[in-house]
């Protein structure tokens, strides 16, 4: 079940927010970004650090990496919803091989980005990545450019995405999601805050009824039900509209449980 979390906390001792794996379903973690920056800005601007692992990495950095984090969260979500009509429009879906998810993202990165990106993610910003050669799990945190910014290494998905992995610091990577779905600093997990769009342990995430049977995927605890099920195959083949609206009523649900329901 998701921690306690009293409203009080927010403002005396600022939470870490993580933003697990979640495919084309990062549109529901936009959705709670938007809520947050509505209604409670200062969960966003206290922050510390603030997570994310493979598509969730790019949530995370819609919230550090720009001034306006509001009008990017509104961009890359129409980015995200635009691509994923041509994709369902071609034959097969993703698995088309004309559709390449990851030079989709490379360009709306690059596009999108700002040039000083790096300047606003070190130390700020977590990217989880997987490295290839052993499979550990890292949370990388300094960056020296904004191709250093590592969020294609993060949403690499091999096979899926290609076969070839992109490197950091001359080292190739993987999907972050992969070996830490839901990425928590050592120690600080008491002080994180989490979002995912999948239901289970997260303090955001889908309310669904109890289940006899929980999934524990790169050490998240996820309900094994037909929803989260569903909520899977739209990571892939996505519904990105309406996760973003359910993200958005799952954040202020959250609010309004914790008494943080509107600006003070």
Request: charged share 15%; proline share 7%.
């Amino acid at each position: 079940m998701p921690h306690s979390i009293s409203s009080s906390h927010f403002r005396e001792v600022p939470y870490d927010i993580s933003f697990s794996g979640s495919g084309f379903l990062a549109t529901y973690q936009l959705g709670v970004v938007l809520c947050f920056l509505k209604h409670t800005p200062w969960i966003l601007q206290s922050a510390p650090h603030i997570l994310g692992a493979s598509a969730g990495s790019v949530v995370a950095a819609a919230v550090v990496c720009k001034i306006n984090p509001g009008k990017w969260i509104s961009t890359i979500r129409d980015e995200i919803i635009l691509f994923v009509k041509q994709v369902m429009a071609a034959p097969l879906g993703p698995l088309n091989p004309s559709v390449n998810v990851f030079k989709w993202l490379e360009s709306v990165l690059r596009k999108h980005l700002p040039s000083d990106a790096h300047h606003f993610a070190s130390g700020r910003l977590g990217v989880a990545v997987t490295r290839l050669s052993d499979g550990k799990h890292l949370i990388v945190s300094e960056f020296q450019s904004k191709e250093d910014v590592a969020l294609l290494c993060s949403c690499f998905v091999p096979g899926y995405c290609g076969f070839l992995p992109p490197a950091f610091n001359g080292v190739h990577y993987i999907d972050g999601g992969l070996s830490g779905f839901q990425p928590l600093l050592s120690g600080a997990s008491s002080h994180t805050l989490t979002v995912c769009p999948f239901s289970g342990e997260a303090d955001i995430c889908p309310a669904d009824p109890p289940c006899v049977m929980d999934l524990v995927a790169s050490g998240a605890l996820l309900k094994v039900n037909m929803a989260n099920t569903f909520r899977i195959i739209n990571g892939l083949y996505p519904a990105a509209e309406q996760a973003f609206s359910f993200g958005y009523k799952d954040a202020i649900d959250f609010l309004q449980s914790n008494g943080e329901s509107s600006s003070k």
